[in-house]
């Protein structure tokens, strides 16, 4: 099994099993990934409700955005072009993407906060 959170490779015995859904105790047509026991530890096993709806859809938008903005890139671009800026711009746009999303879902923090008072 390899952990999806840190790569490491390891016998099944040696993994838990993550459910992206947040319940994996419900196993009807389910399939789940593993994570080490020490990534297991450090996750936050609090409910997440829509969080992985809000991820895939946020994941889906940035790729749509990214297609559509990219130019068509040769062969010899490719051999040529650093993967590292690519990989900063698309945490970047995902991290953007996810806060506008969590804020048209959910309201500004600044309004949570006040709600709650």
Not at 8 to 16: K, M, V
Not at 31 to 59: I, M, N, T
Not at 62 to 75: E, K, L
């Amino acid at each position: 099994m390899v952990c999806i959170a840190c790569g490491a490779s390891l016998p099944r015995s040696e993994t838990r099993e993550y459910d992206k859904h947040g319940n994996r105790w419900d196993r009807h047509g389910k399939s789940f990934e593993h994570l080490c026991k020490a990534c297991y530890r450090d996750l936050c096993h609090q409910p997440r409700g829509e969080l992985e709806a809000l991820l895939v859809d946020v994941e889906a938008e940035v790729r749509t955005d990214r297609s559509a903005d990219r130019p068509t890139v040769t062969d010899a671009d490719a051999d040529t072009e650093s993967g590292s800026a690519d990989v900063s711009d698309s945490q970047a746009a995902f991290l953007s993407k996810y806060a506008e999303a969590v804020e048209a879902r959910y309201g500004s923090i600044g309004e949570s906060e006040r709600d709650s008072e």
